[in-house]
């Protein structure tokens, strides 16, 4: 009789483990809507071709973007405004083309920057953006990272 009350009281910590870690919602992955849209994000780095890319402005830089899953957003401005007459949030349309590679913005999220942005990669913490650039010369295809 002990060894089986020894053996129940040792399986129901274990079976109890086991039940507990089985949550069939934590099986299905995200859709990229979903991660996108879970919080907002703010800029971490820049890269054109794996070197520092370090040409926007403060201003830009420490802006948040919030993006929802009706296909609208909000760029707040942050600590500091490009300009100080700007409002501090700035609506913005989305939406996704290219079988979710790509991003259309309604506006752009840097000065110069294009409108179609390419989804490299979304996860829970970060977004990976490539936006091509122009300047006053070539255009530039500009890795931006962004994180929660």
């Known amino acids: 009789m002990k060894k089986h009350l020894f053996f129940l009281a040792a399986a ?16 299905i992955p995200k859709t990229k809507t979903e991660l996108l849209t879970q919080a907002s994000w703010r800029y971490k780095s820049a890269s054109v071709g794996g070197i520092a890319y370090n040409n926007f402005a403060a201003c830009q830089t420490d802006n948040i973007l919030t993006f929802n899953a009706s ?18 949030t700035n609506p913005f349309t989305w939406s996704f083309q290219n079988g979710e590679t790509l991003i259309q913005l309604s506006s752009p999220l840097f000065t110069n920057g294009d409108n179609t942005v390419t989804l490299v990669s979304v996860t829970e913490t970060q977004l990976v953006l490539i936006i091509p650039v122009t300047t006053l010369g070539p255009t530039f295809l500009v890795e931006v990272t962004f994180q929660h």
């Open 12 to 27: 129901l910590p274990v079976m109890l483990l086991l039940f507990s870690s089985c949550d069939k919602k934590d099986d």
């Open 71 to 88: 296909g609208n957003g909000v760029v707040d401005e942050g600590a500091t405004k490009c300009n100080a007459g700007d409002p501090q």
